[in-house]
């Protein structure tokens, strides 16, 4: 059983390439926590000041719990939340629905 | 290049099975499409009737004109589009951002 977790970001316009490098940066402080297993950002080809944030995780409470409750998570705040206007909505979707 | 297409889809509460039921009789509709690369439908944990839709196009043209232009999305919209509420907005995103 696998977990997507997505958020569509919605980036102060002008500080796309800022946000980017600091996602870079942000990047092991989620990819440290059990259960995680991969991260894709992708650019709006509508808005491009707009991003897709996808990650994996083994199950949901390894990003409720796991991540959003350590340490990591506030310094992962402090890096990237200042770029996001408005704030994001995360939700999580299950696995593909099958023999789709 | 991939391009990325993106809806989160509100169904009408109740009709979520007869919408996936609908979803695998018009995936032949969609697939047929010259740049089609794959679909998957997830389900949202926090809102039962939201799914989020991913079909993955060669070039974004593929999606706009191939498909949105032939007589197999007339189809296509007959088979799906009466079970959303509201109408989604669709989205296109690009390859994954390299080096994260």
């Not at 990819?31 to 949901?60: K, N």
């Amino acid at each position: 059983m696998s977990v997507l977790e997505c958020a569509i970001l919605n980036v102060r316009p002008g500080q796309e390439s800022a946000f980017e490098t600091a996602m870079r940066t942000a990047r092991p402080l989620i990819a440290a926590t059990p259960g995680f297993d991969g991260i894709e950002l992708r650019r709006c080809l509508e808005v491009p000041s707009r991003y897709l944030l996808h990650v994996r995780w083994r199950a949901l409470k390894d990003h409720t719990i796991g991540f959003r409750q350590s340490e990591r998570y506030e310094r992962w705040r402090a890096l990237l939340h200042h770029f996001y206007d408005p704030f994001p909505v995360v939700e999580h979707y299950s696995a593909p629905v099958t023999i789709l």
